[in-house]
C-alpha cells in the first residue's frame, strides 16, 4: 500500500503536530482555550463564509491558517485575552474570501492577519 499525502497536507500535519506539541509542553487552560478558539473559530467562519458566498475553498487551507495564528500569537491568562486572536481570525478567514484577484489571494492572509 501506498500512502502518499499532498503538499497542503503534509503542512497540516506537520502544524498540527507542532501545535500538539504546544499544547503538551505547556498544559494550561490558557493555552487550550486559544488553540480551540481560534481553530474552532476559524472553521465555523470558514463554513458561514461558503455558504453565503458560494465560492470553493478548501477547509485545509483554512486550518493551516488558523494554526499559524495559534502559533505565532502568545496566550493570555484572562478571557479578554481571547479578542486579538479571534479578531485575527476573522480577518484572516474574511481576507481569504474577499480579498482575491482572479481567485487568488492577494496576500496571505494570516500574514495580513498578524500585520494588522
Not at 8 to 23: D, H, M, N, P
Request: aromatic letters at 12%; proline letters at 3%.
Amino acid at each position: 500500500m501506498k500512502f502518499k499525502l499532498k503538499p497542503l497536507q503534509e503542512i497540516t500535519l506537520v502544524l498540527l503536530l507542532i501545535s500538539l506539541g504546544a499544547l503538551i509542553k505547556n498544559f494550561r487552560p490558557e493555552v487550550f482555550l486559544h488553540f480551540s478558539s481560534t481553530v474552532g473559530f476559524g472553521i465555523i467562519l470558514f463554513f458561514i463564509l461558503s455558504k453565503i458566498t458560494k465560492k470553493k475553498k478548501t477547509l485545509l487551507n483554512t486550518v493551516v491558517t488558523t494554526l499559524i495564528i495559534f502559533l505565532t500569537l502568545h496566550y493570555g491568562f484572562e478571557n479578554k485575552d481571547l479578542i486579538y486572536p479571534l479578531a485575527l481570525t476573522a480577518i484572516a478567514i474574511f481576507a481569504k474570501f474577499f480579498i482575491n484577484i482572479k481567485g487568488s489571494t492577494v496576500i496571505n492572509p494570516a500574514v495580513l492577519a498578524l500585520l494588522v
